[in-house]
């Protein structure tokens, strides 16, 4: 707007006023006529009084306990949106609901299954008009959502996905990411634990077999190396296996000092109490670059003790952040637990999108895209301090917590699992732009 502003102050000499009065005027008719082109649902999607949101997230399947902690994030923000007041206000939005309309949802259990999460937004694209579509815990299931998005044109605020594909090769116009890449939580974690267990080591890793887990290898056991870090073994295992006895007997023969969990969700569960009792734990130290919500409280604070890693976010962050204290104590009061990384995933980006509509000053898509890749030069207020996307690739940039798992004797109270031994700047941590293949597809 700064060159409307420039051409008014010029416009104020002399008969120069009517000429470029008109012509301001013009284009910015123009502008307006661009902002309301119909694209995607919109406007069709915009209700007299509301617009939908289209969830899909794991509610049963390896990875539902993230699945449904991340279905009460959205839900506590799309109700704060809705009664506006004093925490929306800190976001930076006006009112109660989004530009004055009121936010409905629908959520559909993904199941795991990046199908299954296709069909269900498909049916609420096409038969509710949904204006935004949101809701991920497996990497393939959004880079699925992303590659509908886009052929759709409805934007996805993408759920939790750690490969460095969703930003990268397979990273859409429509798409926008929250979490940390594969690559930004290793290069954060990488010298930590170097410092913490010593240099030199040799680690066996266990690996889901598909882009989340691909991305975590390759970019741990790369920063790792930097401090002398070898690969021991690396087994490959499926989404969903029951059995890790085959692969947990070469990682126990390997003749590493670090077992280096790469599993998720329930997967993440059952491969680390099995660990246990093929005696891996006994002579290895544990790390799992990208923890489990709920994996502490599911195996054992005792397993879990000592443990390095990464969260997207941790809830004692919020003596760190004023927007994160409003968010953990609204979710405590709401849910008696502390709430876990998919939770606020859901949450923040909610948010995001709700502050980057009324920025936007519509619903389209096309304008709401480019005010999110403005951000840089007007960063978001969040439960992470200021953020913003990166226009090249749309990964958020943000901090990076470290953690490591505290004894049980160490807990102040039952979700007390972790404690934060570092918060790397996100700066620090990027890639770059191009460094995964990405190609932001068109905007219409």
Not at 20 to 40: I, K, M, Q, S
Request: proline share 5%; hydrophobic share 40%; net charge neutral.
């Amino acid at each position: 707007m700064d060159q409307w502003t420039d051409a008014w102050t010029v416009s104020r000499r002399g008969m120069l006023r009517t000429g470029l009065g008109l012509a301001g005027g013009l284009a910015l008719a123009g502008r307006a006529g661009a902002a309301d082109a119909p694209v995607g649902t919109f406007p069709a999607g915009v209700g007299a009084d509301s617009v939908m949101i289209g969830i899909t997230t794991p509610l049963t399947g390896p990875y539902s306990a993230d699945g449904k902690d991340e279905q009460l994030g959205y839900e506590l923000a799309i109700s704060e949106i809705n009664a506006g007041g004093p925490i929306t206000r800190k976001w930076g939005l006006q009112g109660k609901g989004v530009l004055g309309k009121t936010l409905r949802y629908k959520i559909a259990d993904s199941q795991t299954k990046p199908n299954v999460a296709v069909q269900a937004q498909t049916g609420f694209i096409q038969n509710d008009k949904a204006i935004m579509i949101t809701g991920s815990v497996s990497s393939a299931t959004a880079v699925a959502l992303e590659e509908l998005a886009q052929r759709d044109k409805v934007l996805n605020m993408v759920g939790a996905s750690g490969s460095n594909d969703t930003t990268g090769k397979d990273c859409q116009r429509y798409g926008f990411r929250s979490q940390p890449s594969a690559y930004m939580a290793c290069k954060a974690l990488a010298p930590v634990v170097a410092k913490a267990l010593g240099k030199d080591l040799k680690a066996a890793y266990l690996v889901p077999d598909y882009t989340y887990g691909h991305s975590v290898f390759d970019s741990f056991s790369t920063f790792a190396k930097q401090h002398g870090w070898s690969v021991a073994t690396q087994q490959l295992v499926p989404l969903g296996t029951n059995d890790y006895s085959s692969a947990l007997l070469n990682i126990a023969n390997s003749g590493a000092q670090v077992f280096v969990n790469v599993a998720f969700g329930a997967d993440a569960v059952a491969s680390t109490k099995q660990a246990k009792q093929f005696g891996v734990l006994q002579k290895m130290k544990l790390v799992v670059p990208n923890i489990s919500s709920f994996q502490a409280k599911e195996v054992g604070a005792e397993l879990m003790q000592g443990v390095y890693g990464t969260f997207d976010f941790w809830w004692t962050l919020e003596d760190h952040y004023p927007l994160a204290k409003d968010f953990v104590r609204a979710f405590v009061q709401a849910h008696k637990y502390h709430p876990r990384w998919g939770a606020h995933i859901a949450y923040m980006q909610t948010m995001i999108w709700a502050v980057s509509v009324q920025r936007a000053k519509t619903f389209s898509p096309v304008e709401v895209i480019k005010a999110l890749e403005a951000s840089k030069a007007d960063p978001y207020e969040t439960t992470l301090g200021k953020v913003y996307y990166r226009a090249e690739d749309h990964q958020l940039v943000r901090p990076v917590p470290v953690v490591r798992g505290k004894a049980p004797s160490a807990m102040q109270n039952p979700d007390d699992f972790y404690e934060v031994v570092e918060v790397v700047p996100g700066e620090q941590v990027m890639s770059a732009p191009d460094a995964f293949g990405c190609h932001l597809g068109p905007y219409s």
